[in-house]
């Protein structure tokens, strides 16, 4: 019988910036409604904090639902946290909120330029909510920043 303790893996300190369609046209598109910062600037804004907090950040946009979900699953056993703008996915993709109830230990934040419940009524139903650490909407990029604060709070208990 060996003495030697087994020694634990720690845990990771890497967190995925994700989004969903439409988010690379940020700046340009509706900016009345998403503003005038483009997804690039928002990446960088996030990633400094990161950094700054001692944590890794990933960030991954795609139009479509299955580039999404196979990089998650790419990276399930490698992160923490993720922040993620499903866009539209949001409301209608059951494949994308099964494959974030699926991954075990890791922290979701779903994320929302707009104030999704002063818009049209099909916006105000999330998949992604029920399965999610908490939902921020309406804070325009700085929610993301309020996203990546409340993973380091529940990461780093």
Known sequence: MSLLKRQESPKPRKIL?????????????????????????????????????????????????????????????????????????????????DCLSALDGVWVVEVHLSNVYAREEFRHHSLIAPIALGQIAGFGPFGYLLALDALIEKVSK
Do not use: M
Request: aromatic residues 8%.
């Open 17 to 97: 910036l994700i989004n969903g369609p439409n988010l690379n046209l940020l700046g340009e598109r509706e900016p009345t409604i998403y503003g005038a910062t483009t997804l690039p600037q928002i990446v960088a804004q996030v990633r400094e904090r990161a950094t700054a907090a001692g944590f890794e950040l990933e960030d991954f946009q795609s139009n479509y639902e299955g580039g999404l979900i196979d990089f998650i699953q790419a990276q399930r056993k490698l992160i923490c946290g993720i922040i993620i703008n499903p866009g539209a996915y949001t409301h209608y993709s059951i494949a994308l909120r």
